[in-house]
């Protein structure tokens, strides 16, 4: 089976634009998530995705960062405008039970500039 | 506040010994923990899940005990090799919540 699908694999922005990653969770997963690490630090829970609702968004860390979830499908992370400490490795995962273990992307790795 | 702590930043053992990694928490009471290894670039991979019923769960050569009156679960890798160099971190679940990450621990098998 196809596994998590994350693009693209890395961007380069200047700080003010505005970025939209993209993620492909494994066809059947209803559970998608959105981590992020920043400055070498751990990854950090951003938002939980069951089908196309959101069932935990508390880890978002302001009103510039907006996730979407079409149709139960694909999920779009879009940061709006960049910021320097955006900058970091965003990973999404998807799960079948979220019980149990999550299945990975290779992340995006955003440098704001 | 809430921690968790690996038990150090990097760990060199050399082929054929036993790894044993170490995760600490302070302030949660996880209904669940997971190890996942993480190679450089990629996202991390799931080993193993433990529950809080669970002292014990054996995979392989990896093996995971759960302690929650010592709030710590260590991680075991029998006869390393050097392709199980790697970070491995360890998350944790509180009910209801969703899963935290440690720091990880970059474990180095010498050949």
């Known amino acids: 089976e196809a596994g998590v699908t994350q693009f693209p694999s890395h961007s380069v922005i200047e700080k003010g634009q505005t970025v939209t990653l993209r993620c492909d969770p494994i066809?059947?997963?209803?559970?998608l998530y959105w981590y992020r690490r920043v400055m070498g630090k751990e990854i950090k829970f951003l938002l939980h995705?069951?089908?196309?609702?959101?069932?935990?968004e508390s880890g978002m860390p302001n009103n510039r960062f907006l996730a979407e979830r079409t149709g139960g499908t694909y999920s779009t992370l879009k940061v709006q405008p960049a910021e320097l400490e955006d900058s970091g490795v965003y990973f999404c995962?998807?799960?079948?039970?979220?019980?149990?273990?999550?299945?990975f992307g290779s992340g995006t790795r955003l440098t704001v500039v | 506040s809430q921690k968790i702590e690996q038990n150090s930043e990097a760990l060199n053992i050399q082929e054929g010994k036993t790894a044993t990694l170490t995760c600490n928490y302070t302030n949660y009471s996880p209904a669940y923990l997971q190890w996942y290894r993480q190679d450089p670039g990629r996202g991390p991979v799931f080993l193993l899940l433990?529950?809080?019923?669970?002292k014990e769960k054996r995979k392989e050569r990896l093996k995971v005990t759960f302690d929650t009156t010592l709030k710590q679960s260590l991680f075991h890798i029998t006869a390393s090799q050097p392709a199980d160099s790697a970070t491995y971190l360890c998350?944790?679940?509180?009910?209801?919540?969703?899963?935290?990450f440690g720091p990880g621990t970059r474990l180095s098998v010498l050949p």
């Open positions: 998350a944790l679940r509180n009910y209801g919540q969703n899963f935290v």
């Open positions: 995962a998807s799960s079948q039970d979220s019980y149990y273990g999550y299945t």
């Open positions: 433990i529950r809080e019923n669970e």
């Open positions: 066809s059947g997963h209803d559970n």
């Open positions: 995705f069951v089908k196309e609702s959101k069932q935990d």
